[in-house]
C-alpha cells in the first residue's frame, strides 16, 4: 500500500480529463484543422463506396478534387508537423526518434497520393477497367483508414502531451514554426 503510494507521488500530476478540457485549449486551432481535413477524408470515403458506378467525368471530377485537397491541404499539413510539432513531441519524449511511427504514416499518406495521382492521370485517357476501379477504392479506402487513425493517435496522445507540458510561449513558437495562425 505504502509502495503504491509512494509510486503515486513520483508520477505527474494530471487533472481529471474533464477538467483538462476546459484548463487548456492551446491546441484549439490544429484540432479544428483535423476537423476540416476530416471533412475532406469522408468525402474520399464516400468516392470509394460508389466509384464503381458513377459515370466516368463524374469519377474524374472526385479524382481531381482529392489530388487537389492531398497536394494542397494534407501534405502540407503533415509537413507543418513534421517541421514544428514532431519534434518537440520528441524532445518532451526524450528521444528524437520516438514520433518516427507517424512520420511513417506519413510516408504511407504520401505514397497513397501518389498512386492516386496515376490513377487520376489514366482517367483521363478513358473510363478505368474493372481491376483499376478495385484499385482505386483500395487506395481510397485505405486513406481513409489511415488518415483517421493518425489523427485520433495525434489529438489523443500529441496534442494533449503539448498542451500539458509547453508554455504558451512555446505554442506561439510552434505554431510559427508551423505557419499556423495562433488561435489563442
Ligand atoms: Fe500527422
Ligand atoms: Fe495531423
Known sequence: MMDRLAAGRNRPVRPPSSLAGIMNHALQ???????TL???????RA????????????LRQGLDDACRFLRGQLVPHMRAEERGLYPRVGRLLGASGA???????????????????VLKDRALMGPLRKEELKTLRRILYGLH????????????????LLEERLSPAEVTDM?????IPNGG
Open 99 to 117: 514520433t518516427d511511427p507517424m512520420r511513417m504514416d506519413h510516408g504511407a499518406v504520401q505514397r497513397y497520393a501518389e498512386d492516386l495521382g
Open 29 to 35: 486551432p490544429l484540432r479544428e484543422e483535423h476537423t
Open 38 to 44: 476530416l471533412t475532406h477524408i469522408e468525402d474520399i
Open 145 to 160: 483508414a489511415l488518415v483517421t487513425l493518425h489523427f485520433t493517435k495525434e489529438d489523443a496522445l500529441y496534442f494533449s
Open 175 to 179: 505554431f510559427r514554426d508551423m505557419d
Open 47 to 58: 468516392m470509394a463506396d460508389v466509384a464503381a458506378e458513377i459515370s466516368p467525368p463524374l
